[in-house]
């Protein structure tokens, strides 16, 4: 037995009944939703990471990839697990350009919130940090929703390293943008920003508060203090 039957076998073990409707419900596959057509078999995130971490350094990467591209949405969240574990331990940067490619060539199969979030800061993060960034804003121009995710999530490595130009720079393109899905995820890359340099946080809020959307300025301020927070939303 293949890679991807022994893990797709596996993980099928670790099905809770009732789960998979929950997930749909969750990750709004139904019709009209963000995640239309995407579909559950209701396995929780621990048993993936379990799975993952039992093969990623044995699966060979183009087995990865297949699995990646399976239609069901945990067979897709374990890959990208492997693909990170995978990535944090190799040795060769030959494999990781060869990691990152195949990332960014299944990108389609990266589409929704909670693929994005547990892949792109591994990721794309990482190779990124000290490399050219435009690759970022040509996923952010993509005008494709989870790309633009991947773009502002890949720099949460950076703000990590307290690099926060690029995470600036895109929370700025991104103050007219009409989804509730990228104001969140850029409200929250600010608020790590504010976590590490308030001063940094306050300045862009000071500039930009009037511009942000709701909940993007809602999901910044989080962590400030309450009359500053009543300060801003006020205005």
């Known amino acids: 037995m293949d890679y991807v039957e022994r893990i797709k076998k596996e993980l099928k073990e670790r099905v809770e009944p009732g789960k998979a409707e929950i997930l749909s419900r969750f990750f709004q596959a139904f019709p009209g939703g963000y995640g239309e057509g995407d579909e559950f078999i209701g ?14 350094r044995d699966i060979p990467l183009a087995e ?7 239609k ?17 331990k190799t040795c060769t940067e030959e494999e990781r ?15 929704n919130w909670d693929l994005v979030d547990a892949s792109a800061e591994k990721i794309l993060g990482p190779f990124l940090l000290e490399r050219e960034k435009k690759l970022l804003f040509r996923l952010a121009d993509s005008g494709h929703l989870w790309r633009q ?32 899905l990228i104001h969140k995820a850029t409200g929250w890359m600010l608020r790590e920003i ?7 946080l306050y300045s862009f809020l000071v500039e930009h508060s009037r511009q942000m959307p709701r909940t993007m300025l809602r999901y910044a301020i989080e962590k400030l203090d309450p009359e500053l927070r009543r300060k801003f939303m006020k205005k």
């Open 43 to 56: 396995v929780r995130v621990p048993e993936q990471r379990k799975v993952a971490k039992k093969y990623y």
């Open 64 to 70: 990865a990839e297949m699995l990646l591209q399976e």
């Open 72 to 88: 069901i949405h945990e067979y897709r969240l374990t890959a990208l697990f492997i693909l990170c574990y995978r990535f944090a």
């Open 97 to 111: 350009e060869k990691i990152v490619n195949l990332y960014l060539n299944n990108l389609d199969y990266v589409n």
């Open 149 to 180: 995710r991947v773009a502002i999530i890949s720099t949460f490595y950076f703000i990590k390293h307290c690099r926060y130009k690029e995470t600036l720079e895109l929370a700025k393109k991104y103050l007219t943008h009409e989804h509730d």
């Open 194 to 200: 504010g976590k590490r340099d308030f001063q940094t």
